[in-house]
């Protein structure tokens, strides 16, 4: 593979790949996904920034040889996950002269995942600079985008900035550069909800950061290059933004549908009241399709049915990941349905306990939804109705 050029002397040697469906064992991918490395060259040094996802090392190196790169100085590791930092050892085998160039927190990371010894490591700390000659790194320190080692790059002639994870998307390219269409801007949004929106106030103060630098570029290590930085940094500044839409996002399981008909006849109310309701069939939907919701949602009402006396598991997978992921969400509550028992509502709230919502009152039938449950129904949609009203989201 010939690598891409960016700019004079910047390149690009990432690889896509298309044939990935399940990111960290966790992540559903409708694309697969990229795995971004640059190379930069001084005219005196060389810097590769970010390696290579170690199932891919053996594609990497071989195009590192057909493209003519015979010696690498800096390895710059902007985060020590594997994903970005797996192919270091075979590049310190393959360079042995190339120094890792990184912080403390992440030269650990490096030592203690890859066995990397301590003296290929030059460590460095935030606001540290490295000249390639004519060619000019610094390096911003950026912990919590999204683990404690992760930090920016900034090539400072060019003034264009290497993020790492922050402002990625899981979407492979043939061209460089971001189309900023839809597909663009739903693959960032599923990549922010995933992977980003546990750390939101994080990612608010590095988009200040980085508004301040006024990148001419913005090269994430997932996903197409954004030479148009506000594109992405308008769509980051939204989905950031403290207040919620005038959105109930209702995620359900319904064993015998009578969950199903609840969410439906709920979504029904909600809408005839001016608030947008999505619905989504846990088993039968995409848990990204639900996380991409959760960014924009102001209530989130969790349907579902009973497996031996406790929540259904998948709904149950759903209050979980939904707690991790801590979006920012005002409102939550609850339907079920039962057939002879136990404790639905008490452990499904105990696994969202870390969401800061007011919660409103829910609704649980036994079997079928009656036309006594249906007002009951229609109480919770006057009171979702009430509260967004209050919340000024309408």
């Keep these: ?48 920034i970010d390696t290579m996802y170690p199932p891919f090392c053996e594609e990497f190196l071989k195009n590192l040889d057909e493209n003519g790169i015979k010696n690498i100085d800096f390895i ?12 270091i050892p075979a590049l310190v085998e393959k360079f042995p002269n190339a120094k890792i160039v990184t912080n403390a927190v992440c030269k650990g990371n490096i030592m203690e ?14 606001g540290d600079e490295i000249s390639l000659g004519g060619k000019t790194l610094k390096f911003i320190s950026a912990p919590g985008v999204h683990w404690p080692d992760t930090m920016f790059t900034h090539l400072l002639e060019d003034n264009l900035l290497f993020t790492c994870d922050f402002l990625g998307s899981h979407l492979p390219f ?40 006024n990148p001419n570029m913005i090269l994430p290590s997932h996903g197409p290059i954004h030479n148009k930085p506000e594109f992405i940094l308008d769509l980051y500044k939204d989905w950031t933004a ?23 006849y709920l979504k029904e109310k909600l809408e005839a009241k001016g608030i947008k309701t ?13 996380a991409m919701n959760l960014v924009d949602a102001a209530t989130i009402v969790l349907g579902a049915s009973m497996v031996l006396a406790s929540p259904h598991p998948a709904a149950a997978n759903v209050a979980y990941i939904a707690n991790l992921l801590k979006p920012k969400a005002k409102f939550a509550s609850f339907i079920g349905s039962y057939g002879w028992g136990g404790n ?12 800061k919502v007011q919660v409103i009152e829910p609704v649980l039938v036994k079997g079928k939804p009656s036309s006594a449950d249906l007002e009951k129904l229609d109480i919770m949609a006057e009171s979702i109705f009430n509260a967004h009203k209050d919340a000024q989201l309408l």
């Design 1 to 48: 593979m010939k690598f891409k050029e960016i700019k004079q002397n910047i390149l690009y040697c990432g690889l896509n790949d298309k044939g990935r469906v399940i990111f960290d064992e966790l992540i559903p991918l409708e694309n697969g996904t990229t795995y971004n490395s640059y190379l930069i060259f001084g005219s005196d040094k060389t810097a590769l």
């Design 76 to 87: 710059i590791a902007n985060h020590g996950e594997q994903d970005h930092s797996g192919s």
């Design 113 to 126: 995942m890859l066995l990397v010894d301590e003296d290929k490591f030059i460590t460095i700390k935030d």
């Design 174 to 213: 043939e061209d460089l550069f971001s189309k900023c269409d839809e597909a663009q801007i739903d693959s960032a949004k599923r990549y922010y909800a995933e992977i980003m929106m546990p750390f939101r106030q994080l990612c608010k103060k590095y988009l200040n950061v980085i508004e301040n630098i």
């Design 242 to 264: 403290d207040m919620p839409k005038n959105l109930v996002l209702i995620p359900y399981v319904s064993m015998y549908k009578s969950v199903q008909e609840m969410a439906f």
């Design 278 to 290: 999505l619905c989504y069939d846990i088993v039968e939907d995409g848990l990204g399709d639900i």
């Design 344 to 355: 639905l509502f008490d452990k499904l709230g105990e696994m969202l306990s870390g969401l």
